[in-house]
Nanobody
C-alpha cells in the first residue's frame, strides 16, 4: 500500500510562485511515474505534469515554461515548482503515483491553490 501526502498549497497573487511537495510512504519503492493533476470547480481533473523514475517528464501545454516537476527518489518525494501563476491555475492539486507491478494508481488528498489579487 502507498500513501501520498501533499503540502505547499495556499493563496498567492498573480505572477507569484508556490512549491508543492508530495511525500510517498508505504511501498514507495514500487512506484515509477509520479506527478500532479488538478481539478478546478466545475471542471474535470486534468494532468499537470508527470515524471517517471527514469527522468522523463510530461507537461500540460498551459504550464510549460512556468511549472517544473522534480523528484527526490531518496526521499520518495515529488515536487511541483509553480512560477508566474495565473488565476486560471486555481484548483485543487492532487499528487499521483503509479505502481507498474500491480497496475494501481494512488492519489493524495489534494491541496488547494488559489491565485487571486
Amino acid at each position: 500500500q502507498v500513501q501520498l501526502v501533499e503540502s505547499g498549497g495556499g493563496l498567492v497573487q498573480p505572477g507569484g510562485s508556490l512549491r508543492l511537495s508530495c511525500a510517498a510512504s508505504g511501498s514507495a519503492y514500487s512506484l515509477n511515474t509520479m506527478g500532479w493533476y488538478r481539478q478546478a470547480p466545475g471542471k474535470s481533473r486534468e494532468r499537470v505534469a508527470t515524471l517517471t523514475s527514469g527522468g522523463s517528464t510530461r507537461y500540460q501545454d498551459s504550464v510549460k515554461g512556468r511549472f517544473t516537476i522534480s523528484r527526490d527518489n531518496a526521499k520518495n518525494t515529488v515536487y511541483l515548482q509553480m512560477n508566474s501563476l495565473k488565476p486560471e491555475d486555481t484548483a485543487v492539486y492532487y499528487c499521483y503515483a503509479h505502481n507498474p507491478y500491480n497496475l494501481r494508481d494512488y492519489w493524495g488528498q489534494g491541496t488547494q491553490v488559489t491565485v487571486s489579487s
